[in-house]
Structure formats: structure tokens, C-alpha cells
């Protein structure tokens, strides 16, 4: 297999170039690897496409930056069954990873090259993928400063997201939108504070709003929050921060939570959503699941947070394709025993 580490040098605080070289010597004689520096917004994905194109042979990309470098990545090989993705998280947020138990277990790369992989889902909106989340309100506001904050010191880098907050305080706390999961509409009066739309657990660097999720059980993670006050949105936080605020009782009236796989939001002109951080304006769009649509390497000594469910999920996965490929098989040998078909061909 070729290994091809996608690196984004303006993620993070420092260039991770030097660092990933330097792990990848002494490793050629049984590894296969190259290094890609990013040129700019896009790159990636075009890179990716345009290789996977030209060579037929398995090949892992990795996606060497923050959560936008794996957004492209994913978009680049998304489609390609002879395509994988892997992930050296450097960047200032790499919320997806939290999912298998934070970035220190993607660091390792001899642990990395050799990680097996699993089926995971994506979601879709038109021909674009994410991997992680869709987000807006006072998410999307959040976004939008953590744009302009995120290489500044001390209120950017890890602190962006609290900035964004601080700001949102300020600028969106009532959001017009409708929201409609698999048919139902989550919030008839047409305002909300914020809302997620998840395949993995975390946004915004620290916030789990996601922590039933599961990034292989073909269903998306929605979580609304209805508009609240200042206080009531301080008392919320620290629950939204560990993940507890779904079995918290005091919650329960500001929140809908459901399970789906097809997710319509409609909101007036100038309305903007964050897919996996990047900031899209777009007034209607529904985001669907994508079901198993790409294979990613998991180190070893990852931990996926759901831990039991993720790993049941799994099992069933791959009991439903052997009991596909099983039941091919034999259709395929009584179609030769009665001279249906050609096994060969």
C-alpha cells in the first residue's frame, strides 16, 4: 500500500513538515511513502482526485493538519474504493479524533501506517461531504470569529472557540430556521439557539454535544437547542462541555434530540452553516447520511469513546457484508450448476 501524508502548512501554530519527516526516516525499506505540501484552499482535494485517478493501486492518504485539511482529504478520496484515509491531527481544533479517544493516539506514525481500517459514515449535503459536523446558529456565529481569531494570541489557537462564544453572547442567542429530521420539524416556532448535526461527539475543540454518537451505524446525531436566556445558557455550558446535558433533567426542556438520516434546514437570506468548520451560506439544503462511505485507519491504541457500542456496530457491519458476500457466492455457484451464468466472468 502507498502511504501519501497530505500536509497543511498553515495549520496549527507551527509546520508540522519537519516533524512527520523526521518519524517517516529509517522507515522506507518497508514503507512506501510520500510527503504533499498543500499549496493552498482546495489543494488537496484536487491532489487527491487527480491521483486516484491516474493510479489503481491502494493507497492511504493522510490528512496532516486540523479538522479543515481532513474535510478536504475526505473530499479528495471520498468515491475511490482503492482509497483510504488516515489522520495525523496537528491542527487547532481536530475535534473528529476525539471520537477514538483524542489526537495523542493519531501521533505515533509507526503506530499509524500500520493501523488497521473500518467502514465509517460520512454526511452529504449535494456533492460535498463532512466528517465530523454541520453546525449553525450561534454555532456559525462562532465559526465566523474563530475564522478571524484563530492565529492570534491568546484568544485563538485552543482559546478560538471560547472567543467565538464570548462574541455570540453579543450577536446570536435567537436564530431564525427550520429544522426538519426524517419528516418532523424539531422547532415550530422557526427560532433556536443553535443546532448540530453530528457523525462524531465534539465541536467547537471542547464540547461534546454529540455523546450517544456513532460514526458507523448509518444514523446522524441532532441535537437543537431552543433559544434561552444569558443564565440559562451559562448553566447549560458545563453540561454541553462534558457531554452530560442529554440526561440532565434541568435541560430537557431547551432541547430535541434525535436520531436521523435525512435532515432539512430552511432560514431566511443571508443564513450561514459551519460543515466541518468551513463557513457555507446557503439559505435551504438538507444533509443526508452516507453510510460506510469511506474506510479510516484506527491506531491500536485508539479508544472510541462509545466504546462497546462502536465496536457492536462494527461487528454487525461486518457480519451484514460476509452474509452479502456468502449469499453472492452461492447464487453465483447455483447459477453455474444449472448453466445460468459463468462463475469466471
Given amino acids: 500500500m502507498k502511504h501519501i501524508f497530505i500536509i497543511n502548512p498553515a495549520a496549527g501554530k507551527e509546520n508540522s513538515y519537519e516533524a512527520i519527516r523526521t518519524a517517516l526516516e529509517g522507515m522506507e525499506a518497508r514503507v512506501d511513502y510520500e510527503l504533499y505540501l498543500t499549496q493552498a484552499p482546495g489543494d ?3 491532489y487527491i482526485r ?17 479538522d479543515g485539511t ?11 474504493s482503492h482509497a483510504s484515509l488516515g489522520c495525523y491531527p496537528c491542527g487547532s481544533g481536530n475535534d473528529f479524533v476525539k471520537y477514538y479517544g483524542g489526537k495523542k493516539y493519531f501521533l505515533n506514525i509507526p503506530e499509524l ?24 446558529g450561534f454555532d456559525s456565529s462562532v465559526a465566523k470569529t474563530m475564522m478571524n481569531v484563530r492565529r492570534k494570541k491568546l484568544i485563538g489557537g485552543k482559546n478560538a472557540y471560547t472567543t ?14 427550520r429544522v426538519f429530521v426524517d419528516g418532523e420539524e424539531l422547532n415550530p416556532t422557526g427560532n433556536l439557539l443553535l443546532c448540530t448535526i453530528t457523525n462524531g461527539q465534539y465541536v467547537g475543540g471542547s464540547f461534546r454535544c454529540a455523546p450517544r454518537s456513532l460514526d458507523n451505524d448509518g444514523f446522524l446525531e441532532v441535537c437543537l437547542v431552543h433559544p434561552v436566556s444569558h443564565l440559562t445558557f451559562f448553566r447549560f455550558v458545563g453540561g454541553y462541555t462534558k457531554g452530560t446535558h442529554l440526561d440532565d433533567p434541568k435541560f430537557q426542556p431547551y432541547l430535541e434530540y434525535r436520531r436521523g438520516k435525512s435532515i432539512t434546514v430552511e432560514a431566511p437570506e ?15 439544503f ?3 447520511v452516507a453510510p460506510r462511505a469511506i ?17 457492536a456496530q462494527k461487528e454487525k457491519n461486518e457480519a451484514v457484508v460476509a452474509f452479502r458476500v456468502t449469499e453472492g457466492e452461492a447464487v453465483e455457484a447455483a447459477a453455474c450448476q444449472v448453466g445460468v451464468g459463468d462463475a469466471s466472468k
Avoid: W
Fill in 286 to 288: 438538507t444533509v443526508e
Fill in 70 to 80: 481532513l474535510n478536504e482529504v475526505v473530499n479528495g478520496l471520498v468515491g475511490f
Fill in 44 to 46: 488537496a482535494t484536487a
Fill in 164 to 177: 467565538g462564544v464570548v462574541v455570540g453572547l453579543f450577536k446570536a442567542m435567537k436564530n431564525k430556521c
Fill in 113 to 136: 501506517v500500520e493501523a488497521e481500517e473500518e467502514e465509517i459514515d460520512l454526511m452529504r449535503v449535494g456533492n460535498r461531504y463532512a466528517i465530523n459536523a454541520t453546525h449553525f
Fill in 50 to 66: 487527480n491521483y486516484c485517478r491516474e493510479h489503481s493501486e491502494p493507497v492511504r492518504f493522510y490528512a496532516c493538519g486540523g
Fill in 295 to 311: 474506510r479510516f485507519a484506527v491506531p491500536r491504541s485508539a479508544k472510541p469513546l462509545p466504546a462497546e457500542a462502536h465496536a
Fill in 270 to 284: 443571508g443564513f450561514v452553516y459551519a460543515f466541518d468548520g468551513e463557513l457555507i451560506p446557503q439559505e435551504k
